[in-house]
C-alpha cells in the first residue's frame, strides 16, 4: 500500500511538480455558504474615494480574452504516460475515536499489499491505543474572540458558541484596550485549530487563529491564519513518512477497531484500509458521511487518530468544485470547467504540502474545501468531467492555481500579498477589455428622446411616457421643456380623463370648457378615478378651510373646494413657489400630467411591472422568475428608455443592463415592451458583481482593531490612528500603518486582512470620534472577500455568463498560461 502511493508520488513529481517552490499558501474565505444565504448583503455600493491612476500608481494591466476556445482534442499532453495520481485528504488529523461504516460489505487491510479481508460487521468504531510513554507534544494554536465590549457580551458570546458547537470558553481581557475576549476550546495544533475556526465561521462567529507561544519563543507571527504560509514541493521532497507514533526501532500506538455487537475485532500499529466491496453503491462513510476510494487509519506522533480519504484526482475535484463554486447559487458551465481545472491544479501543483503528517492536503479553506460524495452536484461533476486531466501550466509546468472569491473587481499581484513574485498571478480587471466592454450589453432604441433643459421638467419626461404607453393621446411626439409649459387646451384635457376613467373603469361625467383651471380639474380628475367626489365625504368643512389655508384659496368656488383641498393634501395637485394655486389661470401641460400620472401610479392603474434584470442577451430584457428560471421579453425598437442617474431618471437613446439592475417595464399588448426604465446594479458592472460581498462595510472600534492587532502591532501602546501607507496594483492596502501612543507599526500584506479580520483589504478607512476628538471607531467599507489573487471564482461566473469559456476565463486571471491535459 505504501509502495504504492510512495511510486505514484514520485512518477508525479519527476513529471509535473519541478517548480521552484515559494513561500505563500492559498488562503481562501469559503464560498458556498454565503451564496446559500442569498439575502445578505455585503454593504451599499460606494463611489471609488481613491486618487486616479498615477505614473506612480498604474493602472491594473487590461487583458483581452482570446478569440477562439480550444477543445479537447487540441491540448497538448504534458505526460502521455502520466497516470492519474491518487490524493490523500486529511479528513481529521486529531480525533481519539471515529466511525469507518458502509451498507455493504465492510472490508479491510492492516498490510502495505493491501489485502483486503471482509469483516463481519458493516460499521466498525476505531480507536487509538498507547503501547509505550507517548512523548510530549506541544499544541501551541488556540482559536480566539476579541474585541468584546464588556464581560457580559463575552459571556453570551461564550454561551452561544457552547450551544452551537459545545465549546466552552474561557474569558480573558485584554489590559491594553480594556476589550473582553475568548479562548475557545482547549490549545491545539495547528491543523485542529483552523478546523475549529471554519467551524466557528460557519456557525457566525468571527475568530481568528492565535499562536499561544511565549512572544520570546515565537518569532513567527502570532496570526495563525497567515497568508504566508510556505509550499514545500519540489522534485527532491521526500517521500510520504505516514507517521504512526513509533519510534525507530518499536511502535508506541495502535489503532484499535471495534464494534457495537463485540468486543475488539482486531489491532494494528501499522495505517488500517478501509474500503467497500461495492463503492458505486454503497461508499465507505468516515462518521456517517460517505466518501469516494477508501478511509485509512493512523495513530499520529500526538497520540490521536489522523483520517484520511485514499482518493484519485477527478474523484477528488469532484468533491472540491461543488463546494468551492456552488452550482446552485453560480450555475454557468463554463466557470464550473474553470473550476475544476484550477482545483485540479492546485491539487497536482500542492500534492504533498503535508507531506510529513501522512497526507497531501487538508478538506478546508486553508487548502481547498473538500465535503466528499454527498456534496456533489450533477452540473459541476459534468464540469468535472468534461476537463478530465485538464490542468494550467506555465512554461510546462502546473501553476499554483489560487484562487479567490471575490475579487472586489480588480485581483492583486501575488508579490504583494505573498510577499514572492510569481509570473502567473499579476493584477488583472474583473471585466472584458477595456474597449467596448460593456457593447454586449446594450439595449438601444430608435425613438427620439425627450429634449428638457430646465430641471424642472425632467421627471415629466418619465412621467410622459408612463401616461402614453398606457393610451394618453397627443403624448406619442416628443416631449420638449415648451410644450410642457404651454398651456393645456379643454380638449386635450377632456381626452386625458377619458383615458383616466376607461383605466378606473369609471364613466366619465360631461365636462365643462373650463375643466383645464385647477378647480374644475380636481373635480373632474376625481370623478374619472373614483367615480364620486370623495372629498365631500372624507373632509369636513374645517378640514377644507386647513388645507386650503395658500395664498388664494379663498377664490376656489364653493363647489370644487373640497376636492381641490383634497388634491393639495395628497400632492397631486401642486402649488406654486409663492404658496398659491391660480384657481382662475389655465394650467400647463405639465402641472396636469403631473397630477394624473401621480394619482394613477398611487392607484396602480398603470400596469408597470418591477424585476431585476439579468445581462441582456441580444438586447432583449431577460428576468429571472421566481422559480429561477430566465425569461427573455423582447424590447421594441422604438421603446421608451430611462437611466436613473444620481436621484433622477433621464430619458436616453440606450441602457446598459450587465445583470442586477432592478428595472421598471412595460408590456404592451403584443407581449413586447415598450417602456423600461433601469436603475443601476448595485454591485456595478465588474464581472463579479454578482457576489453578495462585492460591495461591503465594517465598523470596528478602536479597543477591537487594537485587540485583533494583538502582536501583529505589539509595544505601540494604545491605538490613536490607521493609515494606508500603500496600495497594490488593484489598489488594495500593502503596508498598513498602525499608530499608537508609545510607537508605530507596520502590517504588510496579506496580515493585513487575517489581522483585522475583514473580509478582503481593498477598503478605504473612515473614522468616527469621541467628544475629546479621538478616533472611537474606524468604518472599514470595502470590496471582495478573499485574499485578491488569481482568478475571481464570482468573476469566473461573470465572464461566463458573458459568453467566455473555460480556457479563455483561466487566461483573464492567470497570466501566460496554457491549459494542458496531464492525462
Request: charged content about 20%.
Amino acid at each position: 500500500m505504501r509502495s504504492n502511493a510512495v511510486s505514484t508520488l514520485a512518477l508525479l513529481l519527476s513529471s509535473s511538480l519541478l517548480l521552484s517552490s515559494f513561500a505563500f499558501a492559498q488562503e481562501r474565505r469559503e464560498e458556498t455558504r454565503p451564496r446559500q444565504t442569498s439575502k445578505t448583503t455585503g454593504g451599499t455600493p460606494v463611489p471609488r474615494t481613491e486618487p486616479p491612476p498615477t505614473p506612480e500608481s498604474p493602472q491594473p494591466q487590461q487583458w483581452k480574452a482570446p478569440e477562439q476556445s480550444i477543445t479537447r482534442s487540441a491540448v497538448q499532453k504534458l505526460n502521455p504516460s502520466e497516470p492519474e495520481p491518487v490524493m490523500r485528504i486529511a479528513l481529521a488529523t486529531d480525533v481519539r475515536a471515529a466511525t469507518v461504516s458502509t451498507n455493504s460489505q465492510l472490508l479491510s487491510a492492516t498490510d502495505l499489499a493491501q489485502t483486503f479481508v471482509p469483516l463481519d460487521v458493516a460499521r466498525v468504531r476505531v480507536e487509538s491505543r498507547s503501547l509505550s510513554p507517548v512523548p510530549a507534544v506541544e499544541e501551541n494554536f488556540g482559536v480566539k474572540m476579541d474585541g468584546l465590549s464588556s464581560r457580559a457580551m463575552a459571556e453570551s458570546q461564550a454561551k452561544l458558541i457552547r450551544d452551537a458547537i459545545a465549546e466552552q470558553s474561557k474569558i480573558v481581557l485584554d489590559v491594553e484596550t480594556q476589550t473582553w475576549g475568548l479562548l475557545i476550546g482547549p490549545k491545539r495544533s495547528r491543523d485542529a485549530a483552523e478546523i475549529a475556526q471554519q467551524q466557528l465561521d460557519e456557525a457566525g462567529f468571527s475568530t481568528t487563529v492565535v499562536d499561544l507561544k511565549p512572544e520570546t519563543d515565537s518569532p513567527t507571527p502570532s496570526i495563525a491564519n497567515s497568508s504566508q504560509k510556505p509550499i514545500v514541493n519540489n522534485a527532491n521532497a521526500n517521500p510520504y513518512v505516514r507517521l504512526a507514533a513509533r519510534s525507530a526501532n518499536y511502535p508506541t500506538r495502535e489503532v484499535v477497531a471495534s464494534s457495537g455487537a463485540s468486543a475488539k475485532l482486531f489491532s494494528s500499529s501499522a495505517p488500517v484500509l478501509f474500503a467497500s466491496d461495492d463503492e458505486a453503491k454503497a461508499p465507505v462513510r468516515f462518521n456517517d458521511k460517505p466518501y469516494r476510494g477508501r478511509i485509512e487509519v493512523f495513530a499520529n506522533t500526538r497520540g490521536l487518530l489522523t483520517i484520511v480519504n485514499v482518493i484519485a484526482l477527478e474523484d477528488y475535484v469532484r468533491g472540491v468544485v461543488a463546494n468551492e463554486l456552488s452550482p446552485g447559487g453560480y450555475p454557468a458551465l463554463e466557470a464550473l470547467k474553470a473550476q475544476a481545472i484550477a482545483a485540479r491544479t492546485y491539487a497536482v501543483r500542492n500534492r504533498g504540502q503535508f507531506m510529513s503528517q501522512g497526507y497531501d492536503l487538508l478538506p478546508t479553506t486553508r487548502s481547498q474545501v473538500y465535503r466528499g460524495l454527498s456534496s456533489e452536484q450533477p452540473l459541476s461533476t459534468r464540469a468535472v468531467d468534461e476537463t478530465r486531466g485538464m490542468v494550467a501550466t506555465y512554461d510546462g509546468q502546473p501553476i499554483n492555481a489560487l484562487y479567490t472569491s471575490t475579487c472586489g473587481g480588480r485581483t492583486e499581484d501575488a508579490a504583494n500579498i505573498f510577499t514572492e513574485e510569481v509570473p502567473y498571478l499579476h493584477s488583472r480587471e474583473c471585466s472584458l477589455e477595456s474597449h467596448g466592454r460593456l457593447d454586449t450589453f446594450v439595449i438601444k432604441s430608435s425613438r427620439d428622446i425627450a429634449e428638457v433643459r430646465e430641471e424642472q421638467f425632467v421627471p415629466l419626461a418619465r412621467l410622459a411616457a408612463e401616461l402614453s404607453v398606457h393610451g394618453f393621446a397627443s403624448l406619442t411626439s416628443r416631449v420638449t421643456d415648451s410644450w410642457l409649459s404651454a398651456t393645456a387646451s379643454s380638449s386635450e384635457v377632456r381626452a386625458w380623463l377619458s383615458t383616466v376613467a376607461a383605466l378606473a373603469h369609471q364613466t366619465l361625467p360631461s365636462l365643462t370648457d373650463d375643466v383645464n383651471r385647477p378647480p374644475q380639474f380636481a373635480t373632474a380628475l376625481s370623478a374619472a378615478t373614483f367615480g364620486e367626489s370623495r372629498a365631500d365625504t372624507l373632509l369636513n368643512n374645517v378640514d377644507v378651510e386647513y388645507f386650503l389655508a395658500i395664498k388664494d384659496g379663498s377664490e376656489v368656488p364653493p363647489a370644487n373646494r373640497a376636492d381641490v383641498a383634497l388634491m393639495v393634501r395628497d400632492g397631486y395637485l401642486s402649488v406654486f413657489p409663492d404658496v398659491s394655486l391660480r384657481p382662475r389661470e389655465a394650467m400647463s401641460r405639465a402641472r396636469v400630467l403631473r397630477a394624473i400620472a401621480r394619482l394613477l401610479e398611487n392607484r396602480n392603474l398603470l400596469q408597470m411591472q418591477k424585476a431585476t434584470s439579468r445581462p441582456t442577451a441580444e438586447g432583449n430584457l431577460i428576468l429571472r422568475s421566481a422559480r429561477g428560471k430566465e425569461q427573455s421579453l423582447r424590447v421594441t425598437s422604438d421603446a421608451f428608455l430611462f437611466r436613473q442617474l444620481g436621484d433622477s431618471v433621464y430619458p436616453v437613446r440606450s441602457v446598459i443592463l450587465v445583470g442586477g439592475e432592478p428595472v421598471t417595464y412595460h408590456v404592451n399588448s403584443s407581449g413586447v415592451v415598450d417602456y423600461l426604465e433601469v436603475r443601476p446594479a448595485p454591485g456595478g458592472a465588474a464581472a463579479d458583481r454578482f457576489s453578495p460581498f462585492s460591495n461591503w462595510t465594517s465598523e470596528l472600534s478602536a479597543g477591537a482593531v487594537r485587540a485583533r492587532l494583538g502582536r501583529a502591532a505589539s509595544g505601540i501602546g494604545s491605538l490613536v490612528d490607521l493609515k494606508v501607507a500603500s496600495r497594490g496594483q488593484s489598489r488594495r492596502a500593502t503596508d498598513l500603518e498602525v499608530i499608537g501612543t508609545t510607537g508605530t507599526a507596520h502590517v504588510r500584506g496579506g496580515r493585513i486582512r487575517s489581522a483585522l479580520g475583514l473580509r478582503e483589504q481593498l477598503f478605504v478607512i473612515d473614522k468616527k470620534y469621541d467628544d475629546e476628538g479621538n478616533v472611537a471607531a474606524f468604518v472599514f467599507t470595502g470590496r471582495g472577500w478573499g485574499h485578491g489573487v488569481g482568478m475571481c471564482q464570482v468573476g469566473a461566473y461573470g465572464l461566463a455568463k458573458q459568453g467566455f469559456s473555460y480556457e479563455q476565463i483561466l487566461k483573464a486571471y492567470y497570466t501566460g498560461i496554457e491549459v494542458t491535459r496531464m492525462y
